[in-house]
């Protein structure tokens, strides 16, 4: 609360639009947000003029107009945007405005608005602002706009209307161009593959839109698609027999082979063949075991070059987890047919110079070596890696200088700052986020430097805000200040608390890190909570275990309670999993019985084996949470830290050791 008074004191001389002298009260402000969210236009026009003067009144403002966005006029829009000029929400609004132009197809005032767009962060606008300045008027259109069109469409994890509408006028413009053509099937392929209906109908609508009915036909029932008689023919019916032969292989990988080997891969292109085996090896490396089978299924492919750098990323872990120990020829093949993007990424420049080192010579060696450096940081799991590969270890760098007054004192009366800080006391995390984000990312062009990073975060962090001191310091580019970046809230519970059951506090506060970035009111879309995001039935559970009488799960927002019950499961989860880190962690984050399946196969390095597990989510939790427990074990200890040393190998469970945890949630 003391937070609050202070800013009511100064804000309203910071922010302009606000003349009032005293401080409405807070609850005007929750009851227009929850309005805004039940849509309740009368309430938020009745509290609107309450709200005035508020340090959060350009949220009120935003909220009111934003819910009659559709029929609010001109003049009013103007409104706004002249009023909070210089703000997030002017910028927010004007986001929301040029989605709505766009969708009308307002070209003349989406030009005029489109330049004073600071954020320039919402791809369909890109997509709208390139027809609407490059491509508009029919004529030929410039390379490297068509390039960035085809490249935001690609990109988006569902239809929208503006890349779609862009890449459609994209083919109108130069629709005999065959690698645009190309990239509309890869799109309906990867959407099938998916499972995404509206993104697939809409790439089928630009290519071919005839073909509707038939993607209608083989998206509810393939193997009947598969199996009725028709003739070839065109393009657009083996485009078509390609998507039949995807969508069968999601639920029947076996079936999918057999119809593409014994029926349909002599009337498919070689890539478009290349393209199914690609998806059908993808899907069986999925189901890990050993990748024998995935690797028997990628040598049908006859040229890496037709596969996505998903599906060489999944040759490249099924090579890593065969029964015969890694495939290096294989991991470096598949890294090399990845596109440039894609193979400069840490994971895949580390295991490349893996599979150089491991198949020895002078040359590759020297290419390992190289590699290695090209990365090795205190920045992530494959640079800490790389770090050691070189002779490394993991220690806290010295800190930098500290933010001079100056610089404190400009994060200080930063408005935006002071007014995202503001929400999130007021318990509006969500929005203190964004406009937290807004002014260090974006409010200025490449956004803030090093030193006012540093700034930012050292308030956050004097606020108690580890999520922003955290994500904030994390983006300084040739500053690395390891209080800021891996701060350690409520020390002495954690520490005592770990001691006492025998678990490591660098391993706690590693998984605190990535959970909720010790977010105390820290929730998540499925219902985990506090700053170790235990989901309720899980507390019960753990609370019987541990005799906790009472326990009710409203006490997980309690932080003592929450560290002792996460703590405790965590501690039982080791246990059943022979003390390994990572399956440890991969059972925290989607629950044991999943890592239990992802154990089985070859006895294989951690590192490797985390790379390979088939939850994305989950890979990159368990890489992060061992490289967060490398770093604090430094700074708790005082000791540099091997990564590799905690990592170890991962095998089935010993057969001759007696089965516990089963009842483990």
Known sequence: MQLRRILTLILPLLFGGAQAQTQPDDQIILSMRQAFQQRNAAKLAQLLPLARGHTLEPWAAYWELRNRLETASVAEIEEFLTRYAGTYQEDRLRNDWLLLLGQRRDWDLFAAEYPKFRMNDDREVRCYGLYVTQMQGGGQVAPGVAEEVRRLWMSERDADDGCTYAMSRLVDADGSNRAIRQDIWR????????????MATAAVTIAAPDALPQLKQLSSAPTRYLTSRFVVGSRARKEMIVLALIRLASSDLEHAALQLDDKWGPQLSPEERDWVWGVIAKLTAQRLGSGDGALALYAKVTRDADLTDDMLAWKARAALRASRGPQWREVQSAIDAMSEATRSRPTWIYWKARALQARGGDDRRAQARQLFQSIASLHGFYEELALEELGGKIAPPPRPDPPTEEERAAARVNPGLQRALYAIDLGMRPEGVREWNYWTNMAKPGGMDDRELLAAA???????VWDRCINTSERTKGIFDVEQRFPMPDREQVVARSQAIDLD????????????RFVTDAHSNVGAAGLMQVMPATARWTARKLGLPNFSP???HDRDTNIAIGTGYLKLVLDDFDDSMALAAAAYNAGPRRPRAWRNGPLMETAAWAETVPFPETRDYVKKVLSNTAMYAAILTGQAQSLKARLGRIGPRDAAEPETGADLP
Not at 458 to 464: I, K, T, V
Not at 505 to 516: D, K, N, T, W
């Open 187 to 198: 799109k309906a392929r990867l959407a099938v593959e998916h499972n995404k209906p509206r």
């Open 458 to 464: 050292e308030l956050a962090c004097e606020r108690q």
């Open 554 to 556: 409203d006490q997980l």
């Open 505 to 516: 506090p660098a391993y706690v506060y590693g998984l605190i890190r990535q959970e909720s």
